[in-house]
């Protein structure tokens, strides 16, 4: 668990978790009160909650995204309304957690939309210092997604490579790019 590894090094940390699935907040909460960490979980919508008022205030983001190529149809956008990209109203929020399941591996096409729509968000959270870690899979282009940071001034690695079952793994980890 991140949060007992992070407390251990950075006692003052704030730490945040998000998870579009209400159940899945919820067991991230029962599972921080047993190992006795303060975390604060938000049932949302990728970042949305924390822009602007925590602009820059990020040190590392963590972001294990629905990265499984699928229709675009199979994302799960409990948030929006189905005849615009704009937020809604809870009330089109799916009854059930089994209804959201999906949002848990339907990425889209090439398992990338989620992912970039989490892009657009990341450079006004991040601070200067921060380093932001993504997990993917091959078939979301890891390196487009490094030249698609560097065009936000990011710089990015892969950190880490497995192959797990059938999915080739990678971690990647960006930071903003040094000047000068």
Known sequence: FLGMLFKEYHQNGLFFATDINP???SSIS??????KI???VCSCDLLSPFSPRLSSSFDIIIFNPPYVPTESEE???PFLSSSSSTPSSSSNFPSSSSS???ASWAGGKRG???IDRFFTQLPSLLSPQGRFYLVVVEENDPQELMREA???GLVGRVVKKRFCISEGLSVLCFEWGKEG
Do not use: C, D, G
Not at 30 to 35: D, G, H, L, S, V
């Open 23 to 25: 159940s899945a907040s």
């Open 30 to 35: 029962q599972t921080a009160k047993t190992n």
């Open 150 to 152: 560097e065009k936000m």
């Open 75 to 77: 994302i799960v956008h």
């Open 100 to 102: 959201l399941l999906p």
């Open 38 to 40: 303060e975390i604060h």
């Open 112 to 114: 990338r939309e989620v």
